[in-house]
């Protein structure tokens, strides 16, 4: 059993920065790989990175947020992160973080994450 909890988000501007951090519960915390995903209002919620469980592989969502956010975890503190830079409006969402022990091929579906967090508010002000 996993729990998750995110923090970090809030309010910025445009090209801003945050780091939101996803603390877990449990003592197999560095057995699962951790994904991000984000659900925008009225949209269905979507991919945005996972490290597995070593941290020696990353996966992003894809060019455009490539080179702007980056994931990391540190194991002894049960803690994964996301340091968003540059940060958009259209990437105001709600970020959520999830557990998942699935081959690293299957990272971007959301249906084979086990635990999920509660997610934490980000919004991008213009």
């Known amino acids: 059993q996993v729990q998750l909890v995110e923090s970090g988000g809030g309010l910025v501007q445009v090209g801003d920065s945050l780091r939101l951090s996803c603390a877990a519960s449990g003592r197999t915390f560095n057995s699962y790989a951790i994904g991000w995903f984000r659900q925008a209002p009225g949209k269905e919620r979507e991919f945005v990175a996972a490290i597995s469980w070593s941290g020696g592989l990353r996966y992003y969502v894809g060019d455009s947020v490539k080179g702007r956010f980056t994931i990391s975890r540190d194991n002894a503190k049960n803690t994964v992160y996301l340091q968003m830079n540059s940060l958009k409006p259209e990437e105001t969402a709600v970020y959520y973080c999830?557990?998942?022990?699935?081959?690293?091929?299957?990272?971007?579906?959301?249906?084979?994450?086990?635990?999920w967090g509660q997610g934490t508010q980000v919004t991008v002000s213009s």
């Open positions: 999830a557990a998942t022990r699935s081959d690293w091929s299957q990272v971007t579906r959301q249906y084979t994450y086990n635990y």
